[in-house]
């Protein structure tokens, strides 16, 4: 099974900040990784696919990039609306796995 | 309107069973891969099973292997999760997803999730 390793687990940034989420995974999967973004109480909404593609309707300030093993989101300026748990998934193959969620913070 | 919703949850004792329906409209059923994907009170995202737009392959997380069955009916739009032997570990929300393909994809579209409770 390919493992999913997410990092931070946590991390704190103030409006305007430049954030980034790394997610690892065990073995290559080429492009096939997705993010989510979760807010407490509602349903996972798909922010990314294919890594760097961008969702019809999420904000731009919103970018995805890598390919193998290494992938990263950034937010390129941190809104008070981005506070929430996001998490990145792999559909290369089955099983499918997520990795671990990094949960955003506003200071 | 294009959505998903699931229905069936409830409280269950340890070692029961449970069905789980998911209710699809707005789109072509049939041509679309779909999975249950759980959560945890507190915890994250664990992808629970899968079956392609045909409903010939299905595929599961070891974690339910041999307790869980999905299926599907493309003539009544909806996906099923069969649940046996249920643990106290087995206690999340249960929400069905939409692939992007027939044959799986990352998920666009999700239910508002169902909450199985496994408790004595």
């Known amino acids: 099974d390919i493992q999913m390793t997410q990092f931070p687990s946590t991390l704190s940034a103030s409006v305007g900040d430049r954030v980034t989420i790394t997610c690892r995974a065990s073995?290559?999967?080429?492009?096939?990784l997705a993010w989510y973004q979760q807010k407490p109480g509602r349903v996972p909404k798909l922010l990314m696919y294919?890594?760097?593609s961008l969702e019809s309707g999420v904000p731009s300030r919103f970018s995805g990039s890598g390919s193998g093993t290494e992938f990263t989101l950034t937010i390129s300026s941190l809104q008070p609306d981005d506070s929430a748990t996001y998490y990145c998934?792999?559909?290369?193959?089955?099983?499918?796995?997520f990795g671990g969620g990094t949960k955003v913070e506003i200071k | 309107e294009v959505q998903l919703l699931e229905s069936g949850g409830g409280l269950v004792q340890p070692g029961g069973s449970l069905r789980l329906s998911c209710a699809a409209s707005?789109?072509?059923?049939?041509?679309?891969?779909m999975s249950w994907v759980r959560q945890a009170p507190g915890k994250g995202l664990e992808w629970v099973s899968a079956?392609?737009?045909?409903?010939?392959?299905?595929y599961y997380a070891d974690s339910v292997k041999g307790r869980f069955i999905i299926s599907r009916d493309n003539s009544k739009n909806t996906l099923y999760l069969q649940m046996s032997s249920l643990r106290a570990e087995d206690t999340a929300v249960y929400y069905c997803?939409?692939?992007?393909?027939?044959?799986?994809?990352?998920?666009?579209?999700w239910g508002r999730g169902t909450l199985v409770t496994v408790s004595s």
């Open positions: 073995q290559s999967i080429s492009s096939w």
């Open positions: 998934q792999q559909h290369y193959s089955y099983p499918v796995t």
């Open positions: 294919r890594a760097s």
């Open positions: 997803a939409k692939a992007t393909v027939t044959t799986g994809g990352h998920f666009d579209l």
């Open positions: 707005g789109f072509t059923f049939s041509s679309y891969a």
């Open positions: 079956i392609t737009g045909s409903g010939g392959n299905t």
